[in-house]
């Protein structure tokens, strides 16, 4: 899950005219991972021009991290709500293929993606790490693996979606990236930092690229990327399991984490992602 908040708020930020968020769909409720809605009448402005070719008016996307289960049933699922997507928002069957475009987004390579290659389901596009679903669906299906695509200052907000080791390689390509694009990623930056602590906290790249303050304490790390956001995204006790206790209730302090665990225990409702 908070893995799942780093896709979104790369998707958010990465895509500044597209209006890209979390969205409930039909009545259990259900949540599409992220729904990219871009300006019908303004260019659409990307930080990630892999993605820009292919994004349409609206872009429905589900993102599978490393520890996710990763089955072609997914796609199934993913196809089911683009269409109950359409009819919560009156989009006819003509219409999807002009307005929509399905994203299906994963860091590692899915085992099943080479059966798919086989039975000629899917067909690699242009680009490394891009897949064309070829099904019979009224919208354009695409399967993008982050682990696979080029390493280039374009592609850097879907390297960081990758693995572990693919995100040490972003690391490592954005400390030699243009100071645009580094001051850019500083928030995305501050939340690998939080997320995979272990694993690129003794990595001089990141040092390089972290702001001063979040290299005091990770108090900081958690004050760059807003705590509050975060636990409304994916709940206290998910932030509290991606950072560590201590570290949260030196960041907000034990008043207001005993107080949040509190509200979330009584509102808690059940909630299923795609």
Avoid at 8 to 34: F, N, Q, T, W
Avoid at 196 to 218: A, G, I, Q
């Amino acid at each position: 899950m908070a893995f799942d908040y780093l896709f979104k708020r790369i998707m958010r930020d990465m895509l500044p005219s597209c209006d890209s968020k979390s969205e409930d769909v039909g009545d259990l409720p259900l949540r599409i991972d992220a729904v990219a809605r871009c300006k019908g009448d303004l260019p659409t402005t990307m930080m990630i021009p892999l993605l820009e070719r292919s994004f349409s008016k609206e872009n429905i996307l589900e993102y599978k991290s490393g520890s996710d289960k990763r089955r072609k049933e997914n796609l199934s699922k993913l196809l089911g709500y683009v269409g109950l997507y359409c009819d919560q928002r009156d989009i006819g069957i003509d219409e999807m293929h002009a307005r929509l475009t399905a994203w299906y987004i994963t860091a590692k390579r899915p085992r099943f993606l080479d059966d798919l290659i086989r039975s000629k389901t899917v067909t690699p596009a242009d680009e490394p790490g891009i897949y064309d679903v070829k099904v019979s669906f009224p919208c354009p299906t695409r399967v993008v693996v982050c682990d696979e695509v080029a390493v280039n200052d374009n592609k850097i907000p879907l390297l960081v979606l990758g693995s572990e080791e693919t995100i040490k390689t972003a690391i490592r390509h954005l400390a030699r990236a243009s100071p645009e694009l580094r001051h850019d990623m500083e928030t995305i930056i501050s939340l690998i930092y939080l997320f995979y602590h272990d694993d690129v906290k003794d990595m001089t790249e990141m040092n390089d690229l972290l702001p001063p303050k979040v290299r005091e304490s990770m108090k900081h790390a958690i004050e760059a990327v807003g705590l509050e956001e975060m636990i409304e995204e994916i709940g206290i006790d998910k932030v509290i399991e991606a950072a560590g206790i201590d570290k949260v209730i030196e960041a907000a302090g034990i008043d207001k984490v005993e107080a949040t665990l509190a509200k979330a225990k009584a509102n808690r409702k059940p909630k299923k992602s795609i």
